[in-house]
């Protein structure tokens, strides 16, 4: 069974920086993706970073130049290093990793895990 943990939110100043991360255990497949996405009080879940199956990076425009997404395939985690917190990027930050496998030249997704979610706060 697949099991997704976030951890690193907390409470942090405008201006400051956080790094999320993202284990996921009890996975070996061979084929898949990790994103970030975050909801914040009142407002819709938001998907703002994500390592492709094919291993390329995608950012939301609220984030592209303050957020960086990577990966430790050894570690089987996932991190998100933020930078120039605003008050705005307040949310519960969630990882969500899938997994795919190939049929006939063809991806289709075969798992869709969530974690728990972390809390990130930025005060002004």
């Known amino acids: 069974q697949v099991h997704v943990v976030e951890s690193g939110g907390g409470l942090v100043q405008t201006g400051g920086s956080l790094r999320l991360s993202c284990a996921v255990f009890?996975?070996?497949?061979?084929?898949?993706?990790v994103g970030w996405v975050r909801q914040a009080p009142g407002k819709q879940r938001e998907v703002i970073a994500g390592?492709?199956?094919?291993?390329?990076?995608n950012y939301a425009d609220s984030v592209e130049g303050r957020f960086t997404i990577s990966r430790d395939y050894a570690k089987n985690t996932a991190y998100l290093q933020m930078t120039s917190l605003a008050f705005e990027d307040t949310a519960v930050y969630y990882c969500?990793?899938?997994?795919?496998?190939?049929?006939?030249?063809?991806?289709?997704?075969?798992?869709?895990?969530w974690g728990q979610g972390t809390q990130v706060t930025v005060s002004s």
């Open positions: 969500n990793y899938k997994t795919y496998v190939l049929r006939d030249s063809t991806y289709s997704t075969s798992g869709d895990y």
């Open positions: 009890g996975d070996d497949s061979t084929i898949n993706a």
């Open positions: 390592i492709t199956l094919i291993n390329t990076t």
